[in-house]
Nanobody, 129 residues
Framework: QLQLVESGGGWVQPGGSLRLSCAAS????????IGWFRQAPGKEREGVSC????????NYPDSVKGRFTISRDNAKNTVYLQMNSLKPEDTAVYYC??????????????????????WGQGTQVTVSS
């Protein structure tokens, strides 16, 4: 079965850190650029980070720049999202998505309407005191 599985979510106090993982099952991530998204209750899904196939290109919106870091380990078929200095407004369900791209440098759009090939089921992140 071809799927992405997120893990690492949970509850954390403001200012804390979490590391999310996105593991592929049934296919290799070598040919896919990855995007991380989040969706809070009553809000639209928004992109928080993306990484190219090679890992050399990355992009973040201003809302998380300097606090979130995306990385990948193709040998482990996994992409990570390190989240530091978390704020209550970071509370959301976090999803990863894979887009098959020919170029190892290209980035997918941080738009949930972009043609991502696979989506994970999401992992809940709650930031509160």
């Amino acid at each position: 079965q071809l799927q992405l599985v997120e893990s690492g979510g949970g509850w954390v106090q403001p200012g804390g850190s979490l590391r999310l993982s996105c593991a592929a099952s049934g296919f290799t991530l070598d040919y896919y650029a990855i995007g991380w998204f989040r969706q809070a209750p009553g809000k639209e899904r928004e992109g928080v980070s993306c990484i190219s196939r090679s890992g050399r290109s990355r992009n973040y919106p201003d809302s998380v720049k300097g606090r979130f870091t995306i990385s990948r380990d193709n040998a482990k078929n996994t992409v990570y999202l390190q989240m530091n200095s978390l704020k209550p407004e970071d509370t959301a369900v976090y999803y990863c998505a894979a887009a098959k791209l020919e170029s190892s440098w290209s980035l997918p759009r941080l738009n949930p309407d972009y043609e991502y090939d696979y989506w994970g089921q999401g992992t809940q992140v709650t930031v509160s005191s």
